[in-house]
């Protein structure tokens, strides 16, 4: 959106913002408007509305430092660490216990992760057990959970909290199997339709931890040496064509990009007019899209230009537009962002950003049965905080 454009939004954008302020929930209005904080440059002249704008993100601020990304961070020397000595703990499979096998290095046990926007809290073991008291606390899996174990046990004594942890040895969770194919040859399989028979002992835990599922090497799964089986039938691990190590792999994602004017006008990309600078006519995708949809129940497409598809909505009849509803509930097609097109679509100042993307919501919120629930989504260009809603 030019400058010029802005000029024209201005008279409106105050009253705009309060009533999307009002029919947007207030979660997604926290997660939306705190980016301008971030980018908001202190030297910049702002209007009435744009100051109406600021002191609102303002008042965000607050809201937005209490979030803390764990996976920024670095790893940082505590002197406190480890929490056990090494070979202390009879749980840890011998295997895994580096010092006993010979390993010098012992500086790496005094590592902890600190994020960088907060400091992560160590385990509290009594607040813990307290929670727990009177419970049985369950994990299933491989050995991922025995670090905890060895912790608490060399803390507390749990007849003190009349509470209970346990662990339950099940890589797959699902059970191991033997199947034996036509050709006479033995196979191992995984039953995705029986539980493994462990799964009894702890069927009355009162918090059951999971942290696995699946554990097969990567040789075996990609050269389809095991396979899962359900019922006497088994398939193979990749069951598409065989992958080629000197071969691209190549993935597809069915995403609109579709320029809200570029080469040409607006008109012109949506009817398909003037192809001689760039061929392209966004009305025939929609329509392709949507009939593609509906005659295939497996395939799904993401849209994001409200400026097209506001457009085409408007051009639709009622029973079309059941139709697309469905699509949306059955999660075939999604909408992203909710903007009038996306944010690098010559929108280079960040009021050209909130202004784009208030009118696409507009848009949605007109009809208060397009709303579903939120729904993050990194676009493919920045601002990265942006959040986005799926609308029905």
């Known amino acids: ?133 009177g419970k049985r606390l369950a994990f299933v899996g491989d050995s991922l959970k025995e670090y905890f174990r060895c912790e608490a046990e060399y803390s507390f004594v ?33 039953r995705l339709d029986v539980v493994r028979k462990s799964s009894e002992q702890y069927k009355g835990a009162d918090v059951l931890v999971f942290n696995t599922g699946h554990w097969w090497t990567h040789d075996k799964t990609s050269n389809g040496e095991d396979y899962y089986q359900e019922g006497s039938n088994y398939i193979e691990y990749n069951t598409a064509p065989r992958i080629v190590p000197e071969k691209i ?29 760039w061929g392209a006519c966004v009305e025939n995708v929609i329509e392709s899209v949507i009939a593609s949809l509906l005659d295939d129940q497996n395939i799904k497409f993401i849209y994001v230009e409200m400026a097209f598809f506001q457009r085409w909505w408007r051009q639709q009849s009622n029973a079309k537009k059941v139709k697309v509803k469905k699509l949306v509930d059955s999660g075939q097609l999604e909408f992203i962002n909710g903007g009038m097109c996306m944010h690098d679509e010559a929108t280079p100042h960040y009021i050209d950003m909130i202004d784009q993307t208030t009118l696409g919501h507009h848009f949605i ?17 920045p601002p990265k905080l942006f959040y986005v809603d799926k609308y029905v």
């Open 1 to 133: 959106m030019t400058r010029k454009g802005l000029g024209r939004l201005d008279k409106n954008l105050k009253t705009n913002l309060k009533a999307y302020i009002q029919e947007v929930s207030s979660f997604f209005r926290s997660l939306f408007f705190v980016v301008v904080v971030l980018h908001l440059p202190c030297h910049i002249s702002l209007s009435l509305p744009q100051i109406f704008l600021s002191c609102r993100l303002l008042s965000l601020r607050k809201f937005f430092f209490s979030v803390c990304d764990f996976h920024e961070g670095e790893w940082v020397k505590d002197d406190s660490y480890p929490l056990y000595k090494p070979g202390s703990c009879y749980l840890i499979d011998e295997q895994f216990t580096c010092i006993t096998n010979g390993s010098p290095d012992v500086e790496f046990q005094k590592l902890k992760w600190k994020p960088k926007q907060c400091t992560l809290p160590r385990l509290n073991g009594g607040k813990l057990m307290e929670m727990i008291t």
């Open 249 to 277: 792999r190549v993935h597809l994602v069915p995403h609109s990009h579709d320029d809200v004017g570029w080469l040409k006008t607006v008109d012109q990309y949506y009817v398909g007019a003037n192809n001689s600078i």
């Open 365 to 381: 919120i007109s009809d208060k049965n397009l709303i579903r629930k939120k729904w993050p989504k990194n676009n493919l260009s």
């Open 158 to 190: 749990f007849k003190d909290y009349n509470c209970t942890v346990e662990f339950f040895a099940s890589p797959f969770l699902v059970q191991e199997w033997e199947l034996t194919d036509k050709k006479g040859t033995k196979k191992d399989t995984l």
